[in-house]
Structure formats: structure tokens, C-alpha cells
């Protein structure tokens, strides 16, 4: 499995540094729901006559690594100390949902991962459009199994994106980036704020 390791010179399995692994999600994924379309998965991306064309490769695993490697998650997920490293190619759904234990052959005394399991984007014919990302997130410590684990949705509005005219998709592949950016932020804040505690 191909990674990017980033932010250290240290060796892609030190015993004695902590790592954060992070896996981008697979291609953007569509939902619309409409008047005459309800909730057709990829019809946009297809281009299913009746639905709003969607322009291929928009996210793709390779744009999204390299806004992983960009965002720093390790810092947004309160972990500075952790060396980022990047995977290159996304995991399948089964993988990320079924394994209990490292998803990387990592020898690091303390490891975490980030996995980016679906990134979809949502249209409505009433309340608009959105980029929906879906995060899950492990920190094993020194452990084999984690000792937390959080996975969340988040999501961002879209005004531009998906282009209606060729000359606007410029700007909206760049909103859907920034959504994309704003989603990981959001799930970061959730999955680093405190406990809620029991009365």
C-alpha cells in the first residue's frame, strides 16, 4: 500500500515515534433527489438523462491526499507529536468497517489513523446542494486495538458546484475543495471536543 510520509525525517516505522496514518476516500459519489429522481445513487456522475451533469474526477483519492497533506490533520486531531503519513489509495468500505485492528504495517510504539470512507455529493431540489464526507478516525496509542474510535458525517453547502456553464468550473471545483477542507475541520473539531459528562 503506498504512502506519502510527510513533516519528519524520521524512518516510515520508528519504534520510538508516533505516527498518524491517513487514507483519502475513493471518487466523488452522487445522490439527488428530485421531483421526477429520488435518491438514484451516481446518476449526476453517470450522466443520466434529467439529472445536473456532474464533471468526472472532481475529487478524486489524489486531489484529497494532497489536501490531507495540506490540512495537517495531525494537528487538528490534537496530535502535533504524530508524524503524517499519507496513503496514496483508498480503502474499500468492508476494510475500514471490518478490521479491528491497524489498518498500516506500522511498528510505531504510538499510532493513529484517519480513514476517509465516502465523500458524496447531495442535491436537492429544495434545500440545495452539499458535500458530504464521511470520517472515521482511531487512535490505538500503543496498542493493537484502538482505545477510542470516532466516525462522523460532515457537511458543507455548495453554491457553485456543479457548474452550470463550462466557464464556472474553475471556481466550483475550487468550492468543492474548500468544502472538502471545511469538512475535515468540522470533523475534527467534533472528534477532539470533550466528553459530555453523565449526570
Known amino acids: 500500500m503506498a504512502a506519502l510520509a510527510l513533516a519528519s525525517p524520521a524512518p516510515a516505522q520508528d519504534p520510538a515515534g508516533c505516527e498518524l496514518h491517513v487514507w483519502p476516500g475513493d471518487s466523488l459519489m452522487s445522490v439527488y433527489y428530485g421531483w421526477l429522481h429520488g435518491s438514484t445513487v451516481n446518476g449526476q456522475i453517470m450522466g443520466r438523462p434529467g439529472y445536473p451533469r456532474v464533471p468526472p474526477n472532481s475529487i478524486d483519492s489524489a486531489a484529497q491526499s494532497a489536501i490531507l497533506?495540506?490540512?495537517?490533520?495531525?494537528?487538528?486531531?490534537?496530535?502535533?507529536?504524530?508524524?503524517?503519513?499519507?496513503?496514496?489509495?483508498?480503502?474499500?468500505?468492508?476494510?475500514?468497517?471490518?478490521?479491528?485492528?491497524r489498518l498500516a504495517e506500522s511498528a510505531s510504539a504510538c499510532y493513529a489513523e484517519l480513514v476517509v470512507d465516502d465523500v458524496v455529493l447531495q442535491q436537492d431540489g429544495i434545500s440545495g446542494s452539499f458535500l458530504k464526507t464521511l470520517f472515521h478516525?482511531?487512535?490505538?496509542?500503543?496498542?493493537?486495538?484502538?482505545?477510542?474510535?470516532?466516525?462522523?458525517?460532515?457537511?458543507?453547502?455548495?453554491?457553485?458546484?456543479?457548474?452550470?456553464?463550462?466557464?464556472?468550473?474553475?471556481?466550483?471545483?475550487?468550492?468543492?475543495?474548500?468544502?472538502?477542507?471545511?469538512?475535515?475541520?468540522?470533523?475534527?473539531?467534533?472528534?477532539?471536543?470533550?466528553?459530555?459528562?453523565?449526570?
Open 69 to 101: 497533506a495540506e490540512m495537517e490533520p495531525q494537528r487538528l486531531l490534537a496530535q502535533p507529536d504524530h508524524r503524517l503519513v499519507v496513503h496514496a489509495e483508498a480503502l474499500p468500505s468492508r476494510t475500514i468497517r471490518a478490521n479491528a485492528g
Open 137 to 199: 478516525y482511531r487512535d490505538f496509542g500503543a496498542d493493537a486495538r484502538p482505545r477510542r474510535s470516532f466516525a462522523t458525517w460532515s457537511q458543507t453547502r455548495l453554491t457553485l458546484f456543479p457548474p452550470r456553464q463550462p466557464d464556472q468550473l474553475e471556481a466550483a471545483l475550487a468550492e468543492l475543495r474548500r468544502a472538502y477542507r471545511s469538512n475535515l475541520t468540522q470533523f475534527a473539531a467534533a472528534a477532539t471536543r470533550p466528553p459530555r459528562r453523565r449526570h
